[in-house]
């Protein structure tokens, strides 16, 4: 799955691959254009290939093949500190022994800026991520979350149009790091900054990205919005890999333009749309979100898929009960239903029918 629209491409990655013992390939034919002020995020689990794109982009990494643009230049020969990318890590890698504003200041001193110039930008990086009184601190005096703003607000003191970032709340606790993702959001949005952001956290990439690219064996998977990316999965390991999902094996019994029959392997027949199967006697994954099933009898709609279902157990989330069934032979059958004044509170043991739209499920690849 590739981006071939590179008109006005401000990234772009161009058949880029990568190795690093001349045999395995750790990035395979990367093909990648970012408009600019996207904030695109690189998702995926260890050992996918994301963090190696994220450090051929920053010139820590070498592409053993292909080419890396910026602007429309390619910029494979030139140097990190040449390059004019803001970089924030998950260990926020601050100067111990100087203040936070020496900290800020020293991008500047770089570029060999004026002092009363880069006095003005460290004050107003400062200001920026809410930090305007602590210039005179040391990070080891500062919090974790205070830590993460300054290294937040240096990579954007020199004003660059591009920032990458690496796992960078990754050491925060929960309520921090939700309140991070809406700064970090709102700033680069505010100051229309290009963003490469690399994650493996789902809600993180959902929630802060114009577009995610879900990368898996060196290869990218899928890439798209956050809302199609969960609502239309290309394959079996996105729809794995973003949210809860529920899959269901069997074989395709027959294709009929957008709907397809699909005999589970308990004998049961459901309809799917045909994402990635072309044709009668193919295994399949059925693939149907948590959210999307249904068992109060009233909300059932008269298209609906219905299945027998057993309850095993019952989850109370606050805002959300969470059921785990034995629905066609699978045992980890999850329905999730909102915490509502008319929700229905299901036991261990009983015995009821679900239901969805055929056009909720999906067929994917075995």
């Not at 230049?73 to 140097?79: D, E, L, Q, S, T």
């Not at 460290?122 to 009184?133: C, E, F, I, K, T």
């Not at 009929?256 to 045909?274: K, Q």
């Not at 980890?332 to 299901?346: G, H, M, S």
Request: hydrophobic residues 40%; contains cysteine; charged residues 25%.
């Amino acid at each position: 799955m590739t981006d071939t629209t590179n008109e006005g491409a401000f990234v772009e990655f161009q058949r880029v691959q990568k190795s690093y013992d001349g045999e395995t390939l750790v990035v395979k034919d990367l093909n990648l254009a970012m408009p600019k002020g996207e904030f695109l995020t690189m998702l995926g689990p260890s050992g996918s290939g994301k963090t190696t794109c994220l450090m051929m982009l920053a010139g820590f990494e070498t592409a053993t093949h292909g080419e890396i643009l910026l602007g429309g230049k390619p910029i494979n020969n030139i140097p990190p500190h040449k390059r004019g990318i803001g970089m924030v890590f998950q260990n926020y890698a601050l100067f111990p022994h100087m203040t936070v504003a020496e900290n800020l200041s020293f991008p500047l001193e770089v570029r060999k800026i004026g002092r009363s110039e880069r006095e003005a930008k460290v004050q107003r990086a400062l200001d920026m991520v809410q930090m305007g009184a602590f210039g005179n601190r040391r990070p080891a005096q500062l919090s974790g979350g205070q830590q993460q703003r300054i290294a937040l607000a240096r990579a954007l003191v020199f004003e660059p149009e591009l920032v990458l970032m690496d796992e960078p709340l990754g050491a925060l606790d929960k309520q921090l790091r939700e309140h991070m993702q809406f700064e970090i959001t709102r700033l680069a949005h505010d100051l229309g900054i290009t963003t490469v952001y690399v994650t493996h956290d789902q809600t993180e990439a959902l929630t802060m990205s114009d577009r995610v690219a879900v990368f898996d064996d060196g290869r990218i998977q899928q890439l798209a919005p956050p809302d199609q990316l969960y609502e239309e999965p290309e394959n079996s390991f996105v729809a794995q890999f973003i949210g809860e999902n529920n899959t269901m094996e069997g074989v395709v019994k027959s294709i009929d333009g957008d709907t397809c029959i699909v005999t589970l392997d308990d004998g049961s027949e459901i309809d799917a749309v045909p994402i990635n199967v072309h044709q009668p006697g193919e295994r399949t994954k059925v693939s149907i979100r948590p959210e999307r099933v249904e068992f109060n009898k009233d909300r059932l709609s008269p298209d609906a898929h219905t299945l027998k279902a057993v309850v095993r157990e019952f989850i109370y989330m606050g805002d959300v009960f969470r059921f785990r069934m034995s629905v066609a032979g699978n045992d980890e059958f999850i329905v999730k239903t909102r915490n509502a004044p008319d929700a229905v509170r299901l036991q261990p043991g009983q015995e009821i029918e679900i239901g969805w739209l055929a056009k909720d499920c999906r067929a994917l690849d075995a």
